[in-house]
């Protein structure tokens, strides 16, 4: 456990080094009168990289914000809008760890487990990512999720799908 700490607190110092020479190389671009394509780049990266750092003091994820995060880290885009969110459900409503579960395991193509197969749900998607330890810690279904933990579950995904992916 100590050394996934570890982990995540060098994930979270070399995020905000970056950030910090992103803002400062944004800084000296900025002088420039006019922006070349160059520093459109940098400008962007730091936007980004501002966004990224606010999300994870976001106390609670909506499933408009969750639906767009894991749209944009997907390998297959353009699936967001092939029924991933119940069409029941409010945009600005919290998203929860059974239907971020479901959501990940649809868009990154996670195989699950005999009764996810039979009845593919938030419920099973939910039981296949923790036994895949791909949600770690204490969690529940019905828990909503804040946003450093989203990035974390996600950082999860991302690395199984690297390791999957020849």
């Known amino acids: 456990m100590n050394r996934y700490l570890s ?9 905000a080094a970056v950030l910090v020479s992103a803002r ?25 990289a501002a966004e990224l750092e606010a999300f994870l003091k976001v106390p609670v994820v909506s499933r408009a914000q969750a639906a767009r995060f894991i749209a944009a880290s997907a390998p297959s885009p353009g699936t967001a809008e092939e029924g991933w969110l119940s069409k029941k459900t409010e945009p600005d409503d919290p998203v929860n760890m059974g239907e971020l579960s479901f959501l990940l395991m649809r868009a990154f193509n996670i195989k699950g487990g005999l009764m ?7 419920r099973y998607a939910f039981r296949t990512m923790v036994s895949r330890s791909l ?15 989203f990035l974390q579950i996600l950082g999860n995904v991302l690395n199984l799908a690297e390791r999957e992916d020849p």
């Open 116 to 122: 996810y197969t039979l009845l593919p749900g938030p």
């Open 24 to 48: 400062n190389l944004a800084a000296q671009t900025a002088q420039v009168t006019q922006a070349s394509p160059a520093a459109q780049a940098v400008t962007q990266e730091v936007t980004q």
């Open 135 to 149: 949600i770690q810690g204490s969690a529940d279904p019905a828990m909503t999720v804040s946003g450093e933990r």
């Open 7 to 15: 982990c995540i607190v060098l994930r979270f110092f070399l995020a």
